[in-house]
T-cell receptor, first 114, second 115 residues
């Protein structure tokens, strides 16, 4: 969206460096977690998900880490590129409520410095 | 091309004038949902539907209605829009069975301004 980057935590990273985007979730009963990427003027796009029975999952250039003890989730992006500049949202869900009840965080804006 | 489409993309209207934002998906997904996105608040779920004729409230349903008469369509209705419904709206869809991931597919968004 055009102005959804306002009021957001911002992470600035040099091109080629690794990025780590953090997320604290609130519901101890949440058993699945999702990361979305939202580029300016577009809808969110799925990146990766992880179930609570895992603590790490890897995708293409991305890794999600889950620490249930402290209710913390992180998204690591390797070799960050200018195309990674976007707002990143974490989302949590409790499958006992039906997986469709997903709660999104406020997002983190990632700025890649060329 | 698999996609979720929304119309209109931009809409400026006045308080009290009924409007409908359409949403359509071509992936035969059972699940569809509406979200609104406001600065500093992330995406908040308005309504969702698990299948035809099955809808339920999300976290912020007040002032909105939905219907699901066909699997592919999930319109969002504002019977009497108010300025606090000025927002960016997203429709999303996904499968509900045989899940290998929790991915939702989002539309491009509808920017609504109510004056």
């Amino acid at each position: 969206g055009e102005n959804v980057g306002l009021h957001l935590p911002t992470l600035s990273v040099q091109e080629g460096d690794n990025s780590i985007i953090n997320c604290a979730y609130s519901n101890s009963a949440s058993d699945y977690f999702i990361w979305y990427k939202q580029e300016s003027g577009k809808g969110p796009q799925f990146i990766i998900d992880i179930r609570s029975n895992m603590d790490k999952r890897q995708g293409q250039r991305v890794t999600v880490l889950l620490n249930k003890t402290v209710k913390h989730l992180s998204l690591q992006i390797a070799a960050t590129q200018p195309g990674d500049s976007a707002v990143y949202f974490c989302a949590e869900g409790d499958s006992s409520l039906g997986y469709q009840k997903v709660t999104f965080g406020i997002g983190t804006k990632l700025q890649v410095i060329p | 091309e698999a996609q979720v489409t929304q119309n209109p993309r931009y809409l400026i209207t006045v308080t009290g004038k009924k409007l409908t934002v359409t949403c359509s998906q071509n992936m035969n997904h059972e699940y569809m949902s509406w979200y609104r996105q406001d600065p500093g608040l992330g995406l908040r779920q308005i309504y969702y539907s698990m299948n035809v004729e099955v809808t339920d409230k999300g976290d912020v349903p007040e002032g909105y209605k939905v219907s699901r008469k066909e699997k592919r369509n999930f319109p969002l209705i504002l019977e009497s829009p108010s300025p606090n419904q000025t927002s960016l709206y997203f429709c999303a869809s996904s499968l509900t069975s045989g899940l290998s991931s929790y991915e939702q597919y989002f539309g491009p968004g509808t920017r609504l301004t109510v004056t």
